[in-house]
């Protein structure tokens, strides 16, 4: 089992800025490859970065490439979303998920995830 909490969510402006962390503890943290996803009501989770165990793979949304930055600190069991230039689109509510898949083209279906945290909300106001 892993247990995911994330924090740093929270109301900004249109252009501002915010970093979400996910707290995992349990299983081997290092083991997973971490994904960030965010829903809003009525819509499926949607896919918006991941990042494999080792750092050496990461992958984003279109809608997010060059704005947002993925990482994580396996010594700290944390991982991380630097979400910058942010817009009212970004708006959701923002899950961390782990996967122990080893396949790159599953990261970004959240089906395939087997941990995920309670979310934290992002609202971001024009």
């Known amino acids: 089992q892993v247990q995911l909490v994330e924090s740093g969510g929270g109301l900004v402006q249109a252009g501002g800025s915010l970093r979400l962390s996910c707290a995992a503890s349990?299983?081997?943290?290092?083991?997973?490859?971490m994904g960030w996803f965010r829903q809003i009501p009525g819509k499926e989770r949607e896919f918006v970065a991941a990042?494999?165990?080792?750092?050496?793979?990461?992958d984003y949304s279109g809608s997010v490439k060059g704005r947002f930055t993925i990482s994580r600190d396996n010594a700290k069991n944390t991982l991380y979303l630097q979400m910058n230039s942010l817009k009212p689109e970004d708006t959701a509510v923002y899950y961390c998920?782990?996967?122990?898949?080893?396949?790159?083209?599953?990261?970004?279906?959240?089906?395939?995830?087997?941990?995920w945290g309670q979310g934290t909300q992002v609202t971001v106001s024009s």
């Open positions: 349990g299983r081997t943290f290092s083991g997973f490859t």
């Open positions: 990042i494999s165990w080792n750092v050496g793979w990461q």
């Open positions: 998920g782990a996967t122990s898949s080893t396949y790159t083209s599953s990261f970004s279906h959240a089906p395939q995830y087997d941990y």
